[in-house]
């Protein structure tokens, strides 16, 4: 199992840490040319301090790059350099001098090409909406950061948290819990890193602040590399890697006290693929910009090769993938808030017509049932796929109401909607889709070579002229897609019950590869309170669920028990064999929408249609 070496100390040298992510793989003959550059321009003992640090730095974070995603080009990489200062200290002469610093790692930095995007934070007492503050100052930026550098001045930060400290306790615990979360949080890319730099105080002792910025981020990243980088020991350094993905742990109170969360976070690591800054779509901090500048509006994001082939290789070892932040959240947010509304709008129509009410199913005169549009889980619980505001927005987004409303059949290499879709059209979760469903038919697979005597098997199956298709020529099978639907939990749902979305084809072979594949993504914002959807890691591989069976409960599988901790922006694809269920809505009002769409091989019936059900909506005239 791949992962940051937590005890790592003095691992540095001219080739940077030796912590490694086999799980990510490294192109070796791709980093020649930065670490011999690197070499060259590292700084002599007597060089000044600020220069060798600085250039320290860059070869860590190159190095680093190069390790996450060899195919994203140090140009394409975005690195912050974060000054924070409290207000009145900004004209300091301490300030004059960090900002010396922070202008020699720009320039190292800039020597690779990598973008750098400067910020000063001037805090004040009482920092009021610090998310928005945030955002205006990284307003410049077209996407997240791959890496975070902060600087502080030890002396001057801790002065004024002693200051503050006396004079007003809370503002105090603001800074010391909230600035370097909402910064991480909101600009960094997950699986990112963050540096902290620091000069040491006049007794070359390890200041305060920098202990509380470790401690503050401590359960949000791991450490890779710790460091003194001159002979006098005035800079110290750390850099910590963000965690891909979290657990969210407040969930299933009834786990058993021994679950493990370190593990269940070291599985999402695994099952996670990091995006770099330039293959995600627009952050959440941009999105503002991007509404009220429609010319803004980014262009769908792309996936590397490599990170496509790490998708496809989690979707067949693990029965899932999780791609951060590879959404626009507006979109996502768009379509979320449709399906509530065509929720709200069924809900009303059932009780006054049919007197059966949604939002309190034992209460209500009937039992609600499923419907044309709408499919009932457990109580509180519903898969909502056509309604007025979702017509409406097929029409607006898709182009047709008419084509937005049904499953599509995609042939082969076919992108029918082109770049920027939303979650049918995208092009890299396509392909994805289609290397899953059909390993072995890419040149660029990973998988063992699929020829016998030199000739590709593929040749063989010559049933394939027989059914209007393309023939013996190893192209993709044909694909289909629903339409995009939602699956709301409303407030006082349980736990759903463990299940699997689709049964095995064949029941005596144990990997087969899947032909049903949902892809998820979460279109109401983050609440604590609100479960997602909750995974047992490898479940879709027959011969792991038969070991851990038990016919009398389900205890065995939860030590593999995954709660994605997933918010707007991010996507799930899962195998539908993989046993998961929908968790809790503890919440009072937060009504949850994770957006969906099912695609399976053409050649599979989805017994799911709900079409001779009773309909809530006139679907003639678009209205209720
Ligand atoms: O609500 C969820 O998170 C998952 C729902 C689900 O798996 C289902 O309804 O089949
Ligand atoms: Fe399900």
């Given amino acids: 199992m791949a992962e940051d070496n937590e005890d790592e100390e003095d691992c540095w040298d001219a080739f940077g840490s030796s912590s490694d992510e086999d799980d990510e793989g490294s192109d070796k003959d791709d980093n020649d040319e930065i670490f011999n550059g690197a070499g060259s321009s590292n700084a002599s003992a007597s060089a000044p301090i600020d220069t060798k640090t600085a250039s320290t730095i860059t070869l860590h974070l190159s190095q680093t790059f190069l390790k996450h995603n060899p195919q994203v080009r140090l140009s394409d990489r975005t690195v912050a350099v974060v000054r924070i200062v409290m207000g009145r200290e900004a004209s300091s002469d301490a300030y004059q001098n960090d900002n010396d610093y922070k202008c020699m790692v720009s320039k190292h930095l800039e020597q690779r090409q990598i973008l750098v995007v400067h910020q000063t934070l001037e805090l004040e007492h009482r920092q009021e909406n610090f998310d928005e503050f945030i955002s205006s100052k990284f307003a410049m930026l077209d996407a997240m950061t791959d890496a975070l550098i902060i600087l502080n001045d030890a002396k001057t930060v801790n002065r004024t948290l002693d200051e503050k400290k006396c004079d007003d306790d809370n503002s105090a615990t603001f800074f010391h819990s909230k600035w370097l979360q909402v910064l991480t949080d909101s600009i960094l890319c997950p699986g990112g890193i963050i540096i902290f730099s620091k000069s040491l105080n006049d007794e070359g002792t390890s200041h305060d602040f920098f202990d509380i910025e470790e401690k503050l981020i401590g359960s949000e990243t791991t450490v890779l590399c710790s460091a003194s980088t001159n002979n006098s020991d005035i800079i110290q350094w750390i850099a910590r890697r963000k965690k891909l993905m979290r657990a969210h742990a407040s969930t299933c109170p009834w786990l058993s006290s021994s679950h493990s969360v370190a593990s269940e976070e070291e599985r999402l690591h695994l099952a996670t693929v990091s995006l770099s800054s330039h293959e995600m779509a627009a952050s959440p901090i941009f999105s503002k910009r991007t509404a009220s500048d429609p010319k803004k509006v980014r262009h769908s994001s792309r996936l590397t090769e490599h990170s496509i082939r790490k998708a496809v290789n989690n979707m067949k070892q693990y029965g899932y993938c999780i791609l951060p932040g590879l959404l ?84 082969a290499t076919e992108n029918r909607y082109g770049d920027g879709l939303f979650l049918r059209g995208h092009p890299s979760l396509l392909e994805i889709l289609r290397r899953t469903m059909n390993p072995g038919s890419s040149s660029t697979c990973d998988d063992p070579p699929n020829q016998t005597d030199s000739k590709p098997l593929y040749l063989g199956n010559i049933g394939r002229w027989n059914f209007g298709g393309t023939g013996n020529n190893g192209s993709y099978q044909d694909l289909r897609i629903s339409p995009i639907g939602g699956i709301v939990s409303l407030p006082g749902s349980a736990d759903q019950a463990l299940h699997a979305d689709t049964p095995h084809l064949f029941e005596h072979i144990p990997d087969l590869p899947a032909h049903y594949i949902n892809i998820f993504a979460p279109c109401t914002a983050f609440d604590n309170a609100v479960g997602g959807t909750a995974f047992i890691h490898g479940s879709h591989n027959l011969s792991f669920t038969a070991k851990h069976y038990d016919a009398n409960h389900n205890t065995s599988f939860y030590p593999f028990l995954v709660r994605p901790r997933v918010s707007l922006g991010d996507v799930i694809l899962f195998d539908c064999r993989i046993l998961h269920f929908g968790l809790a809505n503890t919440s009072r009002s937060t009504e949850r929408c994770i957006c969906y769409v099912n695609t399976w091989h053409d050649w599979f019936h989805d017994a799911k249609n709900w079409d001779k059900n009773q309909a809530i909506f006139d679907e003639t005239t678009g209205e209720n």
């Fill in 328 to 411: 626009d959240t507006n979109e996502c947010l768009d379509w979320g808030n449709a399906v509530l509304e065509c929720v709200h709008d069924a809900s009303k129509i059932l009780l006054e017509r049919d007197g059966v009410d949604i939002y309190n199913p034992q209460s209500s005169n009937f039992e609600p049932q499923s419907y044309r549009e709408m499919s009932m889980r457990e109580d509180l619980r519903m898969d909502l796929r056509h309604g007025p505001s979702l017509w409406k927005l097929r029409a607006q987004k898709e182009g047709t109401a008419l084509a937005g409303g049904n499953s599509i059949l995609l042939s």
